[in-house]
């Protein structure tokens, strides 16, 4: 929590203006800042300076397990995210590749699930991870990214968080996972909890011990029509200890994953915070 306030504090502080052609909007940027969590200690993420719907953070990233590519998929799991970007963006809307309503096209887990090779096969990159990771591998390229320049049009939304590599060292795996744009007062919790959740499932899926889990932000920002609540409400709340996380211990398997896991499988402890902000979203 308290390195989440720190960058925060220093977007303000040191942050310059940049016009964001996507939106319309300004926002305040700085590039490059460096978040860790320590999943082995169980100190869950979790923003407490407001009150934060960590259930739907952790129904996105199921669905990206998933290899989802439809905003209804996401929704029948208990996350509304993709409805605006599959459904309001004007140039997804006049994309000749998309299928109809709700499509979302070839992004985030449809590149981690099904990545497009030229001869028209595609390659799994979770599963081969999940696959190496269960029988002690670890070959320096156990990497799952999102990132697909080839395949951009073909999709509502360039991916933000885009690459997780993992690395086990000895019997405990870790996790780099990078983000190349960051919203920080409105997304950038979800994805901090994105972030423990994958490295707690796959250590347990794959038997080993999680360790720290590391997310480097390239431009994190915060737009202009949020920086008021930002400065003026959300840091000067003081925080509240971190809560814990608890996943079903009869998660074992990528198939699991893939066909029974809710969100009901997931648990938060001890989370006191302050209440809800509501801050501007951008399409």
């Known amino acids: 929590m308290k390195q989440y306030l720190a960058l925060c ?42 009150k934060s719907f960590w259930k739907a953070a952790v129904a996105e990233m199921l669905g990206y397990l998933r290899g989802y590519n439809n ?13 605006a970007n599959a459904n309001e963006n004007q140039d997804w809307l006049n994309n000749p590749h998309r299928k109809g309503e709700d499509d979302m096209g070839r992004v985030y887990g449809v590149q981690g699930r099904s990545w497009m090779r030229p001869d ?11 696959g190496h990771l269960k029988d002690g591998i670890d070959d320096r390229s156990e990497i799952m990214t999102f990132y697909n320049p080839g395949e951009f049009e073909m999709g509502c939304l360039r991916p933000c968080m885009h690459t997780h590599h993992f690395s086990l060292l000895g019997d405990t795996l870790y996790l780099n996972s990078i983000q190349r744009s960051a919203d920080v007062p409105l997304g950038i919790n979800f ?19 999680a360790g720290k889990a590391y997310h480097k932000l390239v431009n994190a920002h915060i737009y202009e029509d949020q920086l008021k609540i930002m400065r003026d409400i959300q840091l000067k709340r003081k925080p509240y200890p971190s809560p814990q996380l608890h996943i079903n211990p009869d998660i074992k398997s990528l198939e699991d994953i893939e066909t029974w896991v809710t969100t009901d499988d997931f648990e938060v402890t001890n989370y006191q915070h302050h209440e809800a902000l509501k801050y501007p979203f951008s399409v």
């Open 191 to 209: 994805n901090q909890v994105q972030v423990y959740v994958l490295l707690a499932l796959i250590a347990q899926i794959t038997g080993h011990k």
């Open 71 to 83: 905003a209804a998929q996401f929704r029948d799991i208990g996350c509304n995210t993709w409805n």
């Open 120 to 130: 028209g096969t595609t390659l799994d990159q979770l599963k081969k991870i999940v």
């Open 9 to 50: 504090e220093r977007i303000i502080n040191e942050g310059e203006w940049v016009e964001n052609k996507r939106t319309g909007k300004r926002c305040l940027t700085v590039i490059n800042a460096d978040l860790e969590y320590d999943v082995a200690n169980n100190q869950f993420p979790l923003i407490t300076t407001r």
